[in-house]
């Protein structure tokens, strides 16, 4: 696809599946193959001219763009590969983030949206499962599939819009298309509440039933839980009015104010919510096939926990059972961080492949070409005039 082999699904929507893409270098990306049923001839063509725009979005919040076709039968978009959770499944497992971290985020997703709005694109359908959260930062992903949505939108009353009304403007709800920079002030909002009390404006059974909320103003938005340094902000961000909510950059502002109220540089709260990151696995290929010992196999170093070998020496004993072994196994029976991260290949390991935090791997060579390289250079040592 495009030059890459999917090596494995990560995700799926109403607009087609998301696969773990690897080029023959080694390269990773997020390769989203698009249903043909959500392109008609006018939306594929409004689709290919987004996608020129995404080309020239870049930023580090927000997903690389790697390629696409756009005109192929069977579409697909490649984006870079963020290996960490959305924030609606980290939310989900650990509770909601603290003050700093949630006024850090929204900081950083406000300056990931402003290169979007830089390069002549609203994002549209902002939400915490288009938010991963990785050890750098969060990573804005899906901001040129818009056109996309509205498609799925206007083909079926279920599925996607379902999805994304919970963090709809009311001029969006209202089926208005020509939308401001100020619809996604409202959706940070309302990213913003959701990180910081697990739950969003407005809820109901139904996306009919949140959208006739979302417009009725005498229905104000629940905000229960919201620290009170973050609730005039986020009131003013889920304003009716799209004229009242603060641009971007006041965004930013008012919530470094937030940090630095609180004792800190936005560096520093930058810092703490990204080691609110769980450990990240990326997936691997499985390695190619060879007969043992044929001049084919590559070769492989004995590994060694040099961290590990270190605390043995001062203890003098094994480690206690149900402690982390290298590359972050668990005894049998011990639920990891991310179960599904962990039964893929590589688990415990940090993009790329390095062992996790904390441990220090050693590549051994044999001892026979080690004992005749120190021969070698005792030889040279007699032998040289210096």
Same mark, same amino acid.
């Given at each position: 696809?495009?030059?890459?082999?999917l @090596?494995?699904?990560?995700?799926?929507?109403?607009?087609? #599946?998301?696969?773990?893409?690897? %080029?023959?270098?080694? !390269?990773?990306?997020?390769?989203?193959?698009?249903?043909?049923?959500?392109?008609?001839?006018?939306?594929?063509?409004?689709?290919? %001219?987004?996608?020129?725009?995404?080309?020239?979005?870049?930023g580090? +919040?927000?997903?690389?763009?790697?390629?696409?076709?756009?005109? =192929?039968? #069977?579409?697909?978009?490649?984006?870079? *590969?963020?290996?960490?959770?959305?924030?609606?499944? *980290?939310?989900?497992?650990?509770?909601?983030?603290?003050?700093?971290?949630?006024?850090?985020?929204?900081?950083?997703?406000a300056?990931?949206?402003?290169?979007?709005?830089d390069?002549?694109?609203?994002?549209?359908?902002?939400?915490?499962?288009?938010?991963l959260? %990785?050890?750098?930062?969060?990573?804005?992903?899906? +901001?040129?599939?818009?056109?996309? $949505?509205?498609?799925?939108?206007?083909?079926?009353?279920?599925? +996607?819009?379902?999805? %994304?009304?919970?963090?709809? &403007?009311?001029?969006?709800?209202?089926?208005? !298309?020509?939308?401001?920079?100020? $619809?996604?002030?409202y959706?940070l909002?309302?990213v913003?509440? +959701?990180?910081?009390?697990?739950? *969003?404006?407005?809820?109901g059974?139904?996306?009919q039933?949140?959208?006739?909320?979302?417009?009725?103003? $005498?229905?104000? &938005?629940?905000?229960?839980?919201?620290?009170?340094?973050?609730?005039?902000?986020?009131?003013?961000?889920?304003?009716?009015?799209?004229a =009242?909510?603060?641009?971007?950059? #006041?965004?930013?502002?008012?919530?470094?104010?937030?940090?630095?109220?609180?004792?800190?540089?936005?560096?520093?709260?930058?810092?703490?919510?990204?080691?609110?990151?769980?450990?990240?696995?990326?997936? #691997?290929?499985p390695?190619?096939?060879?007969?043992?010992?044929?001049v084919?196999?590559? *070769?492989?170093?004995?590994?060694?926990?040099?961290?590990?070998?270190?605390?043995?020496?001062?203890?003098?004993a094994? $480690?206690?059972?149900?402690?982390?072994?290298?590359?972050?196994?668990?005894?049998?029976?011990?639920?990891?961080?991310?179960?599904?991260?962990?039964?893929? &290949?590589?688990?415990?390991?940090? &993009?790329?492949?390095?062992?996790?935090?904390?441990? @220090?791997?050693? =590549?051994?060579?044999?001892?026979?070409?080690?004992?005749?390289?120190?021969?070698?250079?005792?030889?040279?040592?007699?032998?040289?005039?210096?």
């Amino acid at each position: 696809m495009g030059g890459f082999a999917l @090596v494995c699904r990560i995700g799926a929507g109403g607009m087609g #599946q998301v696969y773990l893409g690897e %080029s023959a270098a080694g !390269h990773q990306a997020a390769v989203k193959v698009i249903k043909a049923s959500v392109l008609d001839e006018d939306t594929r063509a409004r689709f290919l %001219s987004e996608v020129d725009s995404m080309r020239t979005v870049y930023g580090p +919040f927000v997903a690389g763009f790697v390629g696409a076709d756009a005109a =192929a039968e #069977q579409p697909w978009l490649a984006v870079e *590969y963020v290996p960490g959770p959305d924030l609606r499944t *980290y939310v989900a497992g650990h509770g909601p983030l603290p003050l700093v971290e949630t006024a850090s985020l929204g900081a950083l997703l406000a300056e990931g949206l402003g290169t979007v709005h830089d390069a002549g694109l609203l994002h549209r359908d902002l939400k915490p499962q288009n938010i991963l959260l %990785s050890e750098y930062g969060p990573k804005v992903i899906d +901001f040129g599939l818009a056109v996309l $949505a509205e498609r799925r939108t206007m083909l079926t009353a279920t599925g +996607f819009v379902v999805g %994304s009304v919970l963090c709809m &403007p009311p001029e969006q709800a209202r089926g208005e !298309h020509q939308l401001e920079r100020s $619809a996604d002030v409202y959706a940070l909002g309302a990213v913003l509440l +959701f990180a910081a009390t697990g739950h *969003y404006p407005y809820e109901g059974p139904t996306w009919q039933a949140v959208a006739l909320k979302i417009e009725d103003p $005498a229905t104000p &938005p629940d905000l229960t839980g919201l620290p009170l340094e973050l609730d005039g902000l986020v009131t003013d961000m889920l304003a009716l009015d799209p004229a =009242a909510r603060p641009t971007l950059p #006041q965004v930013i502002g008012r919530l470094v104010q937030v940090i630095r109220g609180l004792g800190l540089t936005a560096l520093q709260a930058k810092r703490r919510l990204a080691d609110l990151t769980p450990e990240i696995v990326v997936p #691997q290929l499985p390695p190619p096939a060879f007969e043992p010992g044929s001049v084919d196999a590559p *070769y492989t170093p004995t590994i060694v926990d040099a961290t590990a070998a270190e605390d043995d020496e001062e203890s003098g004993a094994p $480690a206690p059972a149900g402690a982390e072994r290298p590359g972050g196994a668990t005894e049998p029976g011990e639920e990891p961080e991310d179960a599904v991260a962990a039964a893929l &290949p590589g688990a415990g390991l940090r &993009p790329g492949g390095t062992p996790s935090r904390g441990r @220090v791997a050693t =590549a051994v060579r044999p001892a026979a070409p080690l004992r005749i390289a120190e021969r070698i250079r005792a030889a040279y040592a007699r032998e040289a005039r210096f």
